[in-house]
């Protein structure tokens, strides 16, 4: 298996998203330790196989380093670093206070900053690789998540300033996400009526599956993308139909 002996370390792991990633990571033969501030309902399991779990609140950097040395202890490398970890509510600007947003940024951007350092020398012991979750958020306008996006849009020119400093040892990269269907899209687009009209918009036709996002992270750590470092992988379907095209009259003749 293509990760057969390495380690990764996936942030957020444990639902969504997240947990499609461990569970890619799984199937290709990694030792997969996820972590977040509550234990899971369930374990995150594939192949017959299950991550382990780790309680962190990674707002802490004393935190993280104790968890990180806990995984190099156990395991005796870290090869990969997904920082998974984020998200926030819809909020408008001026319906929010100061510090409602900057906890937005915190999370989606100084987290994955402060683990990434914390991880460093054992990715530089392994020539390893991070890989940072970005949002199509972070491309274009994004009302009512503006925190969010320009977090989003912070950590991809992270990612590619690390890239830079960090190698030739470690490889870092960014997954550029689009809609993804998980556990709560409900909260964003409705009932199922509501999910498959949203993926109607998607060029592909539907909305990612958090095993998409997973296979793509694989790809990124593994050896097929060894000469891929500072790159943002748009992972969106073909993006978002622009809206004039369904605002344009065409008159065609026959």
Not at 59 to 64: F, L, N, Q, S, T
Not at 78 to 107: K, S
Not at 152 to 175: D, F, H, Q, Y
Not at 228 to 244: D, Q, T, W
């Amino acid at each position: 298996m293509e990760l057969d002996g390495r380690v990764a370390v996936v942030t957020g792991g444990t639902r969504g998203v997240g947990a499609g990633i461990a569970r890619a990571f799984l199937r290709a033969g990694a030792e997969v330790v996820v972590c977040a501030r509550r234990p899971p309902d369930a374990p995150v399991v594939e192949a017959g196989r299950a991550a382990v779990f780790e309680a962190v609140d990674l707002r802490r950097p004393a935190e993280v380093g104790d968890f990180l040395a806990r995984v190099g202890e156990r395991y005796g490398r870290i090869d990969t670093l997904v920082n998974n970890a984020g998200g926030t509510p819809y909020r408008l600007l001026g319906e929010g206070r100061g510090e409602q947003h900057a906890r937005v940024v915190e999370l989606n951007l100084t987290v994955p900053l402060l683990v990434s350092l914390a991880a460093y020398e054992r990715l530089r012991a392994a020539r390893g690789s991070i890989v940072m979750i970005g949002s199509v958020s972070g491309t274009r306008p994004s009302p009512g998540t503006a925190a969010y996006g320009a977090a989003k849009a912070g950590l991809e020119n992270l990612a590619r300033s690390m890239a830079v400093e960090w190698a030739p040892e470690v490889r870092v990269n960014t997954l550029v996400l689009g809609m993804v269907r998980t556990e709560l899209s409900h909260l964003h687009y409705g009932d199922a009526d509501g999910i498959a009209a949203v993926g109607r918009t998607v060029p592909l036709g539907r909305l990612a599956e958090p095993s998409d996002i997973g296979e793509a992270a694989v790809f990124l750590a593994s050896e097929r993308a060894a000469y891929v470092s500072g790159a943002s992988l748009l992972v969106h379907g073909g993006g978002e139909r622009p809206a004039f095209l369904d605002a344009a009259t065409v008159n065609k003749e026959d």
